[in-house]
């Protein structure tokens, strides 16, 4: 019997996989590209870089300006239909288009009777004309920008109450929208013949929708957190990220929750190959937790990394990059050590081993990152005076 366990355990060994070390890794120096001050949002169609803007005036419009990697202007273009409409979510599909999404407000019905009967002045009162009242941005919109920042087509669906849109996602089954609206989040869809779907509630203002992945199928993936039951699966944590799935018919399929014990946890960012970033806050202990997903929800590869919460990942099918706020010496990166909020990005390998380094001095933590085979890696990040810039990596 003893012979016998010995070989048990000997089989298990060899057939268990050993861990990989992680080697030390020498931080470079990320240097911080383009100046975007106005800047909220980023997307790369081609060689462009497209930062896109909220700017306000007698009404609330959308701006963006295209620019090559060295930041010379290619192309500008002002969305402006008369009234309010604000840009808070932006993608590109597989054929270079740009899609914002947001709110924009009904245009109002111009009054065209005229007055039969003239009001006599004889003081000569001169009435100083009352500025036009704004509707409300209640209409849920999307707008489809060519290449070139041509304005394709601008889909509406009404809403009775203004709301926040927080991720889009594009393919050729159509597009997948998160966000919140009367206070709770929600997911809409929109087929690619421009038809919306019914809007559908997920939980309450307990949970919170991050990131949108439409599958090929018509189905939605959706990463966020909550702190409250869902689909009939309790809170584990103090506040736990989520992974759901919602089918075409928009009923919930499965939803996994990633929790630690007294723990805060949240997903913040997603892309299609269901690469994920979020934080892990315990106590006063802040950590960026990447992790590589199945399309069933199952974790390939997971890491955590010290920082300050903030982060964005991305894959570009041989190597994963993060991008994250860090505020102190991490083990194994040799060389970083940040003076207060630095942003630094990760490279990784296919098993999450990390490969490189690149700190910045200049920036403090970012707002998000994406990736295109003509210029590498691009991001959009905040510095320490609170203005935006652009870094960039190249290809490697």
Do not use: C
């Not at 009162?125 to 509707?135: C, H, N, T």
């Not at 409250?228 to 919930?252: N, Q, Y």
């Not at 202990?285 to 929800?297: D, H, L, N, P």
């Not at 990784?348 to 990152?369: E, N, R, V």
């Amino acid at each position: 019997m003893k012979r016998l366990a010995l070989l048990i355990v000997v089989a298990l060994l060899v057939a268990t996989p050993a861990q990989a070390v992680q080697k030390n890794i020498v931080v470079k120096r990320l240097d911080k590209a383009i100046a975007a001050q106005s800047a909220e949002l980023l997307v790369l169609s081609g060689a462009s870089i497209i930062t896109i803007s909220n700017t306000d005036g007698m009404n609330s419009n959308i701006a963006l300006s295209a620019m090559d990697v060295n930041g010379v202007p290619q192309w500008q273009k002002t969305i402006d239909s008369g009234v309010d409409e604000v840009a808070m979510s932006a993608s590109v599909d597989s054929g270079g288009n740009i899609w914002l999404a947001g709110f924009s407000a009904e245009k109002s019905l111009i009054e065209t009777a005229t007055a039969p009967v003239v009001a006599e002045n004889p003081d000569s009162v001169v009435i100083e004309a009352l500025p036009p009242l704004r509707s409300d941005s209640n209409q849920l919109t999307l707008w489809k920008i060519s290449p070139v920042g041509d304005v394709l087509a601008t889909y509406i669906s009404p809403q009775d109450v203004p709301g926040l849109i927080s991720a889009i996602s594009i393919n050729s089954t159509g597009v997948s929208i998160v966000g919140q609206i009367h206070e709770s989040p929600f997911l809409q869809t929109m087929s690619s013949t421009g038809i919306f779907g019914k809007v559908i509630q997920i939980g309450t203002s307990k949970t919170t929708l991050n990131a949108v992945v439409r599958n090929s199928d018509g189905s939605t993936n959706i990463f966020g957190s909550s702190s409250e039951t869902l689909a009939k699966k309790k809170v584990a944590g103090v506040r736990d990220g989520i992974l759901m799935k919602v089918s075409k018919a928009g009923v919930i399929t499965s939803v996994v929750r990633s929790s630690a014990v007294k723990a805060d946890r949240s997903w913040l960012s997603a892309d299609n190959s269901l690469l994920l970033s979020g934080y892990v806050k315990t106590g006063k202990v802040i950590e960026t937790a990447i992790t590589k997903f199945s399309s069933t929800f199952a974790p390939s590869w997971t890491i955590r990394i010290p920082s300050n919460g903030a982060s964005a990942a991305i894959s570009n099918g041989s190597a994963t990059y993060a991008a994250l706020g860090s505020k102190a010496e991490i083990k194994n990166i040799v060389g970083w050590k940040p003076v207060g909020n630095q942003l630094l990005l990760v490279a990784f390998d296919s098993k999450g081993q990390i490969s490189s380094a690149y700190g910045s001095t200049d920036l403090s933590y970012p707002i998000s990152i994406t990736y295109s085979k003509e210029l590498g890696v691009v991001g959009l990040a905040k510095s320490s005076d609170g203005l935006t810039s652009i870094f960039h990596l190249a290809s490697r």
